[in-house]
């Protein structure tokens, strides 16, 4: 689950919680605190508690198969991680984005009486093999209205099939970032009008930005480099109000440095960071090579942090 860390509290994934606990605490302007809630278990009561006290956040990992049905539960943005246990879950009216992570295949939402489709964001949990055939959405027929989408898969592995997108026919604004295939489909979605492509090792088949009339915003980052000189020049034709082409990538990019902690820095320091730790990684002595390193990332200009570590 994106984001997630350490346990607060270690709990039972059977065990029976009393979520009103929680009744008593506020941040000092009076809203209800924690704001942001994350439980792993089969426990159920957080539902009919959240009926009476708003969660701003909530993520939820199930541990057994279940059919839930969340339509009166006030949790404005609602992630659930799903690694071995199949969800049916009709999801909160209140909610503005639901999150969906891991096996998404054990996924079944619908949309409560009088819901609005929310946000949706999904974060597929992906096979090593770049061979493997592409991952689709799951069906989510009770989604198809649907206006906001956001699908997170990782460069180099399975890719992402775009065609999947087609059932929410409404789309406005898609967002898009690792290994992706069939982009063509994306022609398909008529309503477009922001893109965003991020982390594309691959843009093969993506159509031409005039293939959507209504588009005014575009943002490409991390992309493959001759997509993005090619995207680059459409650029100078189309005049979008709001359109960026940055970081473009050569293939070995992304197959050495994607994924370093430094892969965002500006592209000089980027540069000089990932420089020090190709030497330290080759260091015959791995304490020669730490302490270099080290050397190397203190002495690196525009680093706004406070210089804690230091060599002995």
Not at 93 to 111: K, N, Q, R, Y
Not at 127 to 152: H, Q, W
Not at 216 to 241: C, T
Not at 283 to 300: V, W
Request: charged share 20%; aromatic share 8%.
């Amino acid at each position: 689950m994106p984001g997630e860390s350490k346990p607060d509290v270690v709990v039972g994934p059977d065990d029976v919680l009393d979520w009103s606990t929680f009744d008593g605490f506020t941040v000092p302007a009076g809203y209800p605190w924690p704001r942001v809630l994350g439980y792993r278990g089969s426990d159920l009561g957080f539902l009919a508690w959240s009926r009476r006290r708003t969660i701003e956040q909530f993520a939820w990992t199930p541990t057994v198969p279940m059919t839930v049905d969340a339509g009166a539960a006030d949790i404005h943005h609602l992630t659930v991680s799903l690694r071995s246990a199949a969800l049916t879950i009709v999801l909160p009216a209140t909610t503005s984005a639901f999150t969906a992570c891991g096996d998404l295949a054990l996924l079944h939402a619908e949309l409560a009486a009088g819901g609005v489709c929310p946000h949706l964001y999904f974060y597929p949990a992906t096979r090593a093999s770049r061979d493997a055939e592409p991952l689709k959405l799951p069906p989510l027929p009770s989604l198809a209205e649907a206006t906001s989408i956001y699908v997170g898969a990782k460069p180099l592995r399975q890719a992402f099939d775009c065609a999947s997108l087609l059932q929410f026919p409404h789309l406005t604004q898609v967002r898009l970032f690792g290994q992706l295939t069939n982009l063509d489909a994306l022609a398909e979605l008529s309503h477009v009008q922001r893109l965003q492509l991020g982390d594309c090792p691959d843009l093969t088949g993506l159509p031409p930005l005039t293939t959507w009339p209504g588009l005014h915003d575009f943002d490409a980052s991390n992309i493959a480099q001759e997509a993005g000189r090619d995207l680059r020049q459409q650029l100078k034709g189309v005049r979008l109000p709001h359109a960026s082409v940055t970081r473009l990538r050569t293939a070995e990019w992304f197959e050495r440095d994607y994924g370093l902690p430094f892969s965002e820095w500006p592209t000089a320091t980027a540069r000089r960071a990932t420089k020090a730790f190709r030497a330290a990684e080759a260091a015959d002595d791995p304490e020669t090579g730490i302490r270099a390193f080290i050397r190397a990332i203190n002495d690196l200009p525009g680093i706004a942090t406070p210089r804690i570590v230091r060599i002995m």
